[in-house]
Nanobody, 115 residues
Framework: QVQLVESGGGLVQPGGSLRLSCAAS????????MGWYRQAPGKQREFVAR???????KYADSVKGRFTISRDNGMNTVYLQMNSLKPEDTAVYYC?????????WGQGTQVTVSS
């Protein structure tokens, strides 16, 4: 069984920063891609960023230049550094990982950007 535990969400003013973390534990042999998605109220879940096991990254256009995804393979942890936050970044953020043919999701962490 694989578990993902997210942390780092909260309330921040526009222009501020937050760093999300997602730690994976359990029966993990090798994690391929690790990523972040988000879901705002009344909207579908959308892709934010992804990082491969080799460190190749991909970002949604809406966060390019503001968000940075990274990972610590030894700790089975993925991070999302979010800078220059905007009110439209408000959402529940979910991490996910690919292990073999399976994809696992975290429980989500709320990020609210408001003055």
């Amino acid at each position: 069984q694989v578990q993902l535990v997210e942390s780092g969400g909260g309330l921040v003013q526009p222009g501020g920063s937050l760093r999300l973390s997602c730690a994976a534990s359990g029966s993990i042999f090798r994690i391929a891609n690790m990523g972040w998605y988000r879901q705002a109220p009344g909207k579908q879940r959308e892709f934010v960023a992804r990082i491969s096991s080799g460190g190749t990254t991909k970002y949604a256009d809406s966060v390019k230049g503001r968000f940075t995804i990274s990972r610590d393979n030894g700790m089975n942890t993925v991070y999302l550094q979010m800078n220059s936050l905007k009110p439209e970044d408000t959402a529940v953020y979910y991490c996910n990982i690919d292990v073999g043919i399976y994809t696992y999701w975290g429980q989500g962490t709320q990020v609210t950007v408001s003055s």
